[in-house]
């Protein structure tokens, strides 16, 4: 796919520089679809027809690129609903599966660069929880091991996100049922976001994303796991283009020992429920007023 950021983020530069004038869509050494990809309208402002025609767009520019057939959806959220994720810290060996499931299903860049939405940090028995130092990519024989713990981190969609208030062009958001997402086409790659959020639950496409093409998940949301260009941000989306469609989280189905928990915070009978009302829960860095939708627990 073409580096749109990177060609928005050039045009923007123009447009200060009072070099408008000069600009005509004649010389600009685009295809037709480039142009009019990099004309569309953001997201929350495009019409039914609009989001039709970006995504019958999209659909093409991919098949051109993998030779797939994607089916993108724009399944909005759900006013009955506000998702939320519990995670059992005694029952996290470690193991990794959530990692690579995420992957697989979100369409992340396996190498140059390696994009993982999820960080199963490891921890030495009795050390504080330090997110700004923490080690990610061990690899032991078995898990787990004596002597560690271990703490899944990945974007805790925060009722208050600090990472959209910086954002300069209103490219990330919160949905209504909670989801954070990004528009990845409206997004200019200047990380500010990535700044500004206390969980590392950003990650940055520093080059062409790689996916080897038989490894494509075609079934994606716009918002969601659609395939990425170069220069734009991405973070996990609780699996959006699942829990819309009334699956469960990717990494909550490969999770083996069934840390992984998930559901609609507003129903009363949800086991999400179950666990804040009955489970003593916390919160990373509740300090900070985040006011994350993401609960730690320990069942045993
Ligand atoms: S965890 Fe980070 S990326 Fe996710 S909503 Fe909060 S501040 Fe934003
Ligand atoms: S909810 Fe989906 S996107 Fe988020 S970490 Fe789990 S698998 Fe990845």
Redesign the pocket.
Known sequence: MEDRSQTRRDFMKMMSMGAMAALSLGSLSCTQARVEAFLQKHFREMTEAEKKEAIRRLEETYFRKYGKKFHISTQPADAAVLWG?GLDLSRCIGCRR?VY??VK??NQSRINPQLQ??RVVRLKDGSLINLENTEHYYNPEKVPEPGFQYMPV??QHCENPPCVRVCPVHATWKEPDGIVVVDYNWCIGCRYCIAACPYKGRVFNWGEPNIPPEELNTEVHYLGNRPRMKNVVEK????IQ?VRNGRY????EACPTGARK?GNLLDPDSEIRYIIENKRVFRLKEDLNTEPKFYYFFSA
């Open positions: 994720y959530c499931a995420c299903e979100n939405w999820i990945q974007c996990c989306t609780f699996c699942r989280p990717a990494c909550v998930f």
